[in-house]
């Protein structure tokens, strides 16, 4: 098992923090607008209307409860990036390929052990 070192002061994550504080400013603007969804609105005149009202509400803590999930995940991406620990498997301690990092900035492990992981809790 390879354990990979580097800090991220060497500029090579330095388009993924880029993306991770764009993310990060979209998600704390999204769940700013999703409060409003969530808040108490005057009671509708029938059943019908309570009913979408209700929906509607729990689609929308739905979702804010997502945002928040990837935003504590993004916060510690950062976290990471500035202990110079950033792009490095937490399970294995190989280095977590550019490609995944593109695709999921925040991710904490490589393909192999997030795989191994599913498969854990699949079962």
Not at 16 to 21: A, I
Not at 36 to 47: I, K, Y
Request: one cysteine or more; proline letters at 4%; a negative charge.
């Amino acid at each position: 098992m390879a354990v990979a070192t580097r800090t991220a002061k060497n500029g090579k994550y330095a388009p993924f923090e880029r993306l991770l504080r764009e993310r990060r400013s979209e998600l704390q603007e999204h769940l700013r607008e999703h409060r409003h969804d969530v808040q108490a609105e005057p009671m509708p005149d029938d059943a019908y209307g309570e009913a979408a009202r209700l929906q509607l509400q729990d689609l929308a803590i739905g979702t804010m409860m997502r945002e928040r999930q990837m935003l504590d995940e993004i916060e510690e991406a950062l976290g990471r990036l500035s202990e110079g620990q950033y792009g490095i498997c937490e399970d294995c301690g190989d280095e977590i390929p550019e490609r995944r990092l593109k695709a999921l900035p925040w991710a904490r492990l490589c393909v192999r052990c997030a795989d191994r992981s599913q498969t854990v809790l699949s079962n």
